[in-house]
């Protein structure tokens, strides 16, 4: 359960019978309004697993200790749970260190990156900061990745986001499979499986499999989306072992906190979060889509926890009027002016959030 500010704020207000309660009890005995509704970053609106948080509230008294030792278990459970070892596993500080890294280690004035457009732009602007061009590929028809215009020469990077922020859009098994036995030995292919947990599309697969075949391949994963740990700050990157070591050399000591390592250690020994989380979303998902779909509006069929919806009229009035209305959502993504990114919260949210649209 989360706390907004505002709730918090509120909470602080109710005077002395609150300031006498013990503190964590206030804290997690009131459910928050739904005031602003959070739409507009792919969030899990439900939180983490209680797990996670059980573990957190248990290392509380660990904090003075280097996390080392919880490092090496995550890494030791990750590697377990994608069939790999260790050493071909990188932890992140949130899969955005992970991409930052990637850029850092792999690009250069002479060694651009590829991009699709739109996409998730953080590892555009990592790679800027090396001097790097950015390409930017549009999506093809079916908002999937353009692959065949994605490979020039001297490339250092090429990055694919699969499901596709913003659109929720995949691209196809196959498509990915040929891409990869054809990009040349000395690009690197960085697929972002940030969404992987919500694809339900018989035409998606993970990647990860073929880690063990494909030494320019890499694979990056976050517990910010279906684990809902988005302000806690954990990714991983899988990659063959002399990948692995040329990211290592560039990322902090430590650089994954002791909370957000054993929260990712219990949520991954959590049977049942993902397909719950999965769950949810799809229903609420589904809702959504029809309803936006009544109103007349078509929508990117979704394999992530936000949908992509055509207003066939400029966004940004429309982000700017649900703002004003307590709902934040967007933001504007450039290369599609008319379409407006919703992140699927809980049902009470997208309520209010289709209230507001109509
Ligand atoms: N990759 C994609 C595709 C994202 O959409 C996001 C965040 O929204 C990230 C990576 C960054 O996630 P993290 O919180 O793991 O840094």
Not at 38 to 58: C, F, H, K, V, W
Request: charged content about 20%; some cysteine.
């Amino acid at each position: 359960m989360t706390l907004s500010r505002r709730a918090f704020a509120q909470v602080l207000g109710a005077g002395a019978a609150a300031a006498a309660l013990p503190f964590p009890r206030l804290v997690f005995a009131k459910t928050p309004t739904l005031s602003p509704v959070r739409l507009n970053a792919n969030e899990n609106p439900y939180g983490p697993s209680p797990a996670a948080i059980a573990a957190m509230r248990d290392a509380l008294s660990l904090s003075s200790r280097y996390p080392d030792d919880e490092a090496d278990a995550l890494a030791a459970d990750i590697a377990k749970l994608h069939g790999l070892s260790a050493d071909e596993v990188l932890l992140g500080d949130g899969s955005s260190e992970i991409l930052k890294l990637v850029a850092a280690a792999y690009t250069s004035p002479s060694r651009s990156v590829v991009i699709a457009d739109p996409t998730f732009e953080a590892i555009g602007h990592y790679a800027r900061a090396t001097g790097a061009e950015v390409v930017k590929v549009p999506l093809d028809s079916s908002f999937a990745h353009d692959l065949g215009k994605m490979a020039p020469a001297n490339v250092g990077v090429v990055y694919i986001c699969n499901p596709n922020n913003p659109t929720a859009s995949i691209t196809p098994k196959a498509a990915m499979r040929a891409f990869l036995d054809t990009v040349p030995a000395t690009t690197m292919v960085l697929v972002d499986e940030a969404y992987h947990h919500y694809a339900t599309s018989s035409d998606y697969e993970s990647v990860v499999p073929l880690v063990k075949s494909k030494p320019n391949l890499i694979v990056a994963r976050t517990f910010s989306k279906i684990y809902g740990m988005a302000g806690l700050r954990a990714g991983y990157a899988v990659a063959n072992r002399d990948v692995i070591k040329k990211l290592d050399a560039q990322k902090a000591w430590d650089s994954m906190n002791l909370m957000a390592l054993v929260a990712a250690r219990a949520s991954l020994a959590d049977s049942g979060f993902v397909a719950e989380g999965r769950r949810r979303n799809s229903a609420t998902r589904a809702h959504v889509v029809e309803s936006v779909g009544k109103m007349g509006y078509k929508v990117i069929p979704s394999d992530a926890n936000f949908v992509m919806i055509d207003l066939r009229r400029d966004v940004k009035p429309v982000i700017a009027h649900m703002r004003s209305e307590g709902v934040r959502v967007g933001r504007l993504f450039p290369a599609l002016p008319q379409h407006l990114r919703v992140t699927i919260g809980t049902p009470e949210e997208m309520q209010r959030f289709l209230e507001v649209m109509r």
